[in-house]
């Protein structure tokens, strides 16, 4: 939640250019990529649960920076590729710029993998631009199918399930963290200076999220932005982001003003799904946010 309105407020020139659609996924705020993803060191599909527990371990190093961990990975074979359990822990692991989740090459048709009865991915807590996110997510009758990445490498990524559900928190401070580190990334590009930055968010009601962003700039190109924006979740989980305004003070603030007023034109009072599956397999069913000391969402989803 936090990225979409980060994104929109932060970078309204750019929203959506990296989203690799094609007519196998529909167009959504979100990818749920990170935690239904998982990076495979195998030619094909591991021939036993020992080879796929040591080919999943060794590929979350794709994915993060993983401190080493005897049960990073494990699963329970029933009568293999049937699973009774499969747990991947991905706590304490850092994303960077070189480890993040891989982007699917969606030309690439999935074939079957392996089947789980039930699917743990547990981050407590993934550390994203030295921010720290907190997020369990559990799948019933879970299918995890092989794929590949763009750079046709293996990755075994969640196509179905009866019940999925995902329970995810960061710190307001964290979340603050996360924006302070896109708007520098964003700012580099365009050679700005961000000193710092103030988020403000609430929840007006358990599917509303509202956020200010106060930015202040430094260098030749000095001043101050005022970022406000929101998103609404309907009860068919689609989204509506709105209010979204910059008000810039300042040679530096008053000239992003300018580049981002057609973009925040563009996006305000746009709807679509909050949430994307691989492949467009799953759904989203319900959702909810709540802020006080931590931002926290829960999600449920399933398959179509």
Known sequence: MVAILASLVLAARSVGADVPLSAKTPDGWVEAKPACVFPLVATALPGNVDLLTTALTTGLARLAITPPRADRVEAQAIKYPELSALCIDLSNSIEDNDHKPPKVNWHYLPVPGVQADRLDVIARPLVIQQA?????????????????????????????????????????????????????????????????????????????????????????????????????????????????????????????????????????????????????????????????DNLHITADFGSR
Not at 162 to 180: F, I, K, M, P, T
Not at 240 to 257: A, F, R
């Open 132 to 292: 720290k996110v907190e997020y369990e997510l559990t799948a019933e009758n879970a299918d995890l199918e092989l794929a590949e990445d763009r750079a046709r490498r293996p990755i075994l990524m969640l196509m179905g399930t009866r019940h999925g559900h995902l329970e995810a928190s960061v710190s307001r401070a964290d979340a603050e963290a996360l924006c302070l580190a896109a708007a520098r990334h964003l700012a580099q590009k365009y050679d700005f200076t961000v000193k710092s930055l103030r988020l403000n968010l609430s929840t007006p009601t358990d599917r509303t999220l509202s956020a200010q962003a106060d930015v202040v700039l430094g260098g030749e190109m000095y001043g101050t932005l005022h970022f406000t924006g929101q998103i609404n979740i309907a009860s068919d989980m689609t989204a509506t982001v709105s209010d979204l305004n910059c008000d810039g003070g300042g040679p530096g603030g008053l000239t992003i003003e300018g580049m981002v007023a057609a973009g925040l034109f563009f996006y305000n009072e746009k709807s679509k799904p909050l949430v994307v599956f691989p492949f467009n397999a799953m759904q989203l069913t319900d959702v909810r946010v709540h802020v006080n």
